[in-house]
């Protein structure tokens, strides 16, 4: 991509003026149209926000300027629908909507068509729309199956199907077998650098996700994640993750289910935070409204279930939070993509990740070969990690505020799996590491504290800590039944306590140099 000019970017458009980018995707696009049969299948990859409905509608005007045939364009949601009509009619295109309701009488009458993938179905096996002269099919979000039990319909027509992540949301689908190529636009990293995406700042929150379930679409299900994310725990983690990186910025929560987007709204509304809840059972009047206070709102919160993923575009948008775990890149990208458009005073915004999927898919924006992923999607899809390796390489990382209390300790990590190998090979028990650990616990409250009163306060804030502890304890020795889990965190504190007890006096004359103050 050549470096955007100065005068471009000020001049910068819906409708008709298009990019330098954009306008070399077109001619790429076309270049393979005129080379190819008529049949070819043909796929676009293009980030979120790079502008793939603006490059498909000019598309189509010079497609019907210059052809005798008609064009369709398929979408797989209502919004998406009105949108791309709306579009195409600002580059000129005139085009008819079949929904459920259209009359298509009128048919003849126009050159281009706009339809929801499932309406399209059964318009088509009704015999209710004429494609016999379709020699364009566009399809918006193809990465999504629904699409490809209508390619039978159009054999002898050229698909064209665009996505920000080429990679089928089936594991038994893969896009290769229904495509014959893939273009990759620009990349997110050129985008930003060139002034069309804000860049993100990555925030993430270890998360043990061991107890989620995946279910048969290959993602986890509503189920388990409801059963941990509505969990206190971590809806206290959420609304501390909130308040260390979001406070006071307009933010999107992403959930995966209703039941735990609604605690979410809960927890934030007793904290006093404005915040609104949405999900696919508000109806239009009601959505349209809860967008409005959003767009209006300058510090709102909007937690939802998956419907503001596709067809959502609020540039005003600051923060992300994924309050969330899914397997699926496709969804990861669009979630955070909700956050990316750039204004005028809005350069970067802020990503929440609570579910690790930063460090199962790499940070947004990483530099992913798309080929590769097209042609052999299976082999990115066994590279990814499982939750038990991502989470055996996870560390605790105090919250900052936290570890200002603990300002006087250089260092406050401790490596349970390093010190318990360290301790098998030297011949010794298991249980030195907890004794261990419980003497560094007890040494850098004591190295904050002027008596043994506050480093027993201190001990008790140590509780994520703690428990990290364990449960890394626990899996290196294979013993986690949930009960021995929990008696061995109550053990721990009371030992903890103990120990600080016993020897304050001594360990502070250690560290300072003289004996405390009575």
Not at 362 to 379: A, E, H, M, T, V
Request: net charge negative; glycine share 6%; proline share 2%.
């Amino acid at each position: 991509m050549s470096v955007i000019s100065q005068i471009e970017l000020e001049e910068r458009k819906t409708g008709k003026d298009l990019y330098s980018y954009q306008k070399g995707a077109i001619d790429k696009i076309f270049k393979s149209f005129d080379e190819s049969p008529s049949d070819y299948h043909l796929l676009y990859q293009l980030p979120t926000g790079g502008g793939k409905t603006v490059i498909f509608s000019e598309i189509v005007r010079q497609y019907l300027k210059n052809h005798q045939k008609k064009v369709l364009v398929m979408t797989h949601r209502i919004e998406l629908c009105k949108q791309t009509s709306s579009m195409l009619t600002e580059f000129g295109v005139v085009n008819k909507v079949v929904d459920s309701k259209a009359n298509l009488n009128d048919q003849a009458q126009y050159s281009c068509f706009v339809a929801m993938v499932e309406t399209l179905n059964n318009r088509l096996h009704d015999d209710k729309l004429d494609i016999s002269d379709i020699g364009l099919v566009i399809i918006d979000e193809a990465h999504y199956n629904s699409f490809t039990k209508l390619f039978k319909f159009f054999s002898q027509s050229f698909i064209l199907g665009v996505t920000a992540t080429p990679l089928s949301s089936s594991i038994e689908l893969p896009m290769t077998d229904n495509y014959d190529e893939l273009i990759v636009g620009e990349s997110i990293e050129s985008l930003i650098e060139n002034g069309f995406l804000a860049r993100a700042e990555m925030f993430s929150y270890n998360v043990g996700l061991t107890s989620l379930v995946v279910g048969a679409n290959g993602d986890y299900t509503v189920k388990s994640s409801e059963d941990l994310y509505t969990d206190d725990n971590m809806l206290t983690k959420l609304l501390r993750a909130y308040e260390e990186r979001s406070k006071h910025k307009k933010t999107l929560i992403f959930n995966n289910g209703i039941n735990t987007s609604l605690h979410v709204y809960d927890t934030f509304r007793r904290a006093g935070y404005p915040i609104a809840h949405l999900d696919n059972t508000h109806s239009k009047k009601e959505r349209a409204k809860i967008l409005k206070w959003f767009k209006n709102t300058p510090d709102a919160i909007l937690t939802s279930v998956s419907i503001l993923t596709t067809g959502f575009d609020e540039p005003t948008v600051e923060s992300i939070i994924l309050n969330r775990a899914t397997k699926s890149l496709t969804l990861y990208y669009q979630m955070i993509g909700r956050g990316s458009r750039v204004l005028e005073n809005k350069k970067t915004f802020q990503v929440i990740d609570l579910g690790n999927n930063f460090h199962r898919f790499g940070p947004w924006g990483d530099n992913l070969d798309w080929q590769r992923i097209f042609k052999s999607p299976n082999y990115y899809l066994d590279s990814l990690l499982s939750d038990e390796e991502l989470e055996s390489n996870f560390r605790y990382e105090m919250p900052d505020d936290l570890r200002e209390e603990f300002a006087n300790s250089d260092d406050v990590h401790f490596d349970i799996q390093k010190t318990y190998v360290d301790s098998i090979r030297a011949g010794e028990s298991s249980k030195v590491v907890l004794e261990r650990s419980i003497a560094q616990h007890g040494h850098i409250c004591i190295e904050n504290s002027e008596d043994v009163y506050d480093a027993l306060t201190l001990a008790r804030k140590l509780g994520d800590d703690i428990d990290f502890r364990i449960n890394r304890y626990t899996k290196c020795i294979s013993k986690s039944t949930y009960n021995f889990v929990e008696w061995l965190k109550g053990e721990y504190r009371k030992k903890l306590n103990s120990y600080i007890r016993v020897n304050f006096d001594e360990v502070f004359e250690t560290i300072h140099g003289y004996p405390p103050e009575d």
